[in-house]
Nanobody, 129 residues
Framework: QLQLVESGGGLVQPGGSLRLSCVAS????????IGWFRQAPGKEREGVSC?????????????LYEPSVKGRFNISRDNSKNTVYLQRNSLKPEDTGVYYC?????????????????WGQGTQVTVSS
């Protein structure tokens, strides 16, 4: 069973930055598509960003961002650490929520939760002054 663990959440002021990490145990993440999702209080879980398996990374559409975070967030992999990162800059209060990473087998990059098979437990991010 693939297990994912997120870390890097916390309290940050508006305009600040945080980097979230998603680490897998017992599986190598580079062969999985990875998505980052967030769930704000009282709202449904929404897709933030995704990245394809490493072998597809040079193809069009290999990385996607939800429009409200494009230009502020950056998703990346470090295969030597079996980790996927979500660097988040210029944070806004509306970025507050629990952030989850998820993994899926197969090709493609999706920001739809139903496309993912494995989920982490989430990490809380609060953007507030």
């Amino acid at each position: 069973q693939l297990q994912l663990v997120e870390s890097g959440g916390g309290l940050v002021q508006p305009g600040g930055s945080l980097r979230l990490s998603c680490v897998a145990s017992e599986f190598t993440l580079d062969s999985y598509g990875i998505g980052w999702f967030r769930q704000a209080p009282g709202k449904e879980r929404e897709g933030v960003s995704c990245i394809t398996p490493t072998e597809q990374i040079t193809l069009p559409g290999s990385i996607l961002y939800e429009p409200s975070v494009k230009g502020r967030f950056n998703i990346s992999r470090d295969n030597s650490k079996n980790t996927v990162y979500l660097q988040r800059n210029s944070l806004k209060p509306e970025d507050t929520g629990v952030y989850y990473c998820a993994a899926r087998q197969g090709y493609g990059c999706y920001v739809l939760a139903v496309m993912y098979d494995y989920w982490g437990q989430g990490t809380q991010v609060t953007v507030s002054s």
